[in-house]
């Protein structure tokens, strides 16, 4: 059984930062690439980042670049989103996604196995 457990999620002002877990069991991690979504009360869910099988390569939705970063360790089948300088429209619940391919998907119908999220809310 595939599971992803996201953690770290929370309460922070604007301008704090905050990093993100997520760890895999039940599936050979090493071989998927990785990425992390976020919903926001009354939008759509949308793609925040996402890093390669061997973190390599990483891509960040534009309104998070500079601020957001993304990385993974494959001995611990983890995935981290550490977030800064975090801003009141950074509210969302926040969900890592396991995504098959080799390509660095920003359409979330490319991942397969989804977590089930973590609350992060930004008070001004």
């Known amino acids: 059984q595939v599971r992803l457990v996201e953690s770290g999620g929370g309460l922070v002002q604007a301008g704090g930062s905050l990093r993100l877990s997520c760890v895999a069991s039940g599936m050979p991690y090493s071989y998927y690439a990785m990425g992390w979504f976020r919903h926001a009360p009354g939008k759509e869910r949308e793609f925040v980042a996402a890093?390669?099988?061997?973190?390599?390569?990483?891509h960040y939705a534009d309104s998070v670049k500079g601020r957001f970063t993304i990385s993974r360790d494959n001995a611990k089948s983890t995935v981290y989103l550490q977030l800064n300088s975090l801003k009141t429209e950074d509210t969302a619940v926040y969900y890592c996604?396991?995504?098959?391919?080799?390509?660095?998907?920003?359409?979330?119908?490319?991942?397969?196995?989804w977590g089930q999220g973590t609350q992060v809310t930004v008070s001004s």
């Open positions: 996604a396991a995504d098959p391919s080799t390509l660095l998907d920003v359409d979330e119908s490319a991942y397969d196995y």
């Open positions: 890093i390669n099988w061997i973190g390599q390569n990483t």
